[in-house]
């Protein structure tokens, strides 16, 4: 249990390290380019807003922001199988994230019993793909 929910911290703090690092080259340029003054300012709140690039916490809100969660939890099965369970079954390559996207785009059944997931056909692949990812990084 501890193990699963320390990965996510782990990233993010990862993740912060980089950004703080470009944060300070970026610093640096707008100090030789002092005369753009509000421009500069726009390119830090953006740098400073929390976790906005980063692949796994995006595919976090994309989910957040759909119906995933009436049939899906991270820890345990409701309509369909916990994310956790998906991240066991998979291996996170590339065909798989693919193969997985598609299925979210077009629901089906089969692969966890007879019950059907909902077709998302107003999704677009590429956020299908940063939800799978976000997903089978759950181990
Ligand atoms: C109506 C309920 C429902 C909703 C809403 C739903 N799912 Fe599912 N999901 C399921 C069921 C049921 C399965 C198991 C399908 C099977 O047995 O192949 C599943 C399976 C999956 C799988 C594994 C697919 C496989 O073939 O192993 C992923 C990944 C997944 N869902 C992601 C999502 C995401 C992301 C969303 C939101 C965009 C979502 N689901 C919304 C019910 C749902």
Known sequence: MRKRFLAPFVLSALFFAACGGGQNSNSEQQ?????????????????????????????????????????????????????????????????????????????????WGDVAMLPHPSLAKEDAKEMVTYILSLK
Do not use: F, R, W
């Open 31 to 111: 100090a030789n380019n002092s005369t753009s003054g509000t421009e500069g300012a726009a390119v830090d709140t953006s740098m400073v807003s929390p976790g906005a690039n980063a692949p796994v916490a995006k595919g976090k809100t994309l989910i957040d922001d759909q119906d995933c969660k009436t049939c899906h939890k991270e820890d345990v099965k409701l309509v369909g199988p916990a994310y956790k369970d998906v991240a066991a079954k998979y291996t996170a390559d590339e065909a798989t994230i693919d193969k997985l996207a598609d299925k979210v785009i077009n629901g089906g059944s089969g692969n």
